[in-house]
């Protein structure tokens, strides 16, 4: 399935959507949504083969199959968007948001 799904991205442009909401019992304090588009290169099948092999099980703890945080940067042309958003935190308006009351240090 992994390979099959690299395969299926391979020179393709996709976008990942991550969200996250605050909350303080059943109110919602504060909501965010993010959007990245990353683009694949072409990728050869026998490249998808040998990274496959070299990172082994840890293409399955990734959503994409592509471990962007690691040897996975390989398989992407462009990005565009934030970073933290394709790992699956927007992490950048969350500490604006946690800094605006003061949760966190300014």
Request: no cysteine.
């Amino acid at each position: 399935m992994r390979r099959d799904h690299l395969l299926s991205l391979s020179g393709q442009v996709h976008q990942l959507n991550s969200g996250i909401v605050l909350l303080r019992g059943n109110d919602i304090l504060w909501k965010h949504v993010s959007s990245a588009r990353m683009s694949v290169r072409v990728l050869r099948p026998e490249f998808i083969d040998a990274h496959l092999q070299r990172v082994g099980t840890k293409a399955l703890s990734s959503v994409g199959a592509y471990q962007l945080e690691g040897e996975g940067i390989q398989l992407i042309e462009k990005i565009d968007g934030d970073y933290f958003t394709i790992l699956g935190l927007p992490m950048l308006p969350l500490l604006a948001k946690l800094r605006d009351p003061r949760v966190i240090d300014a």
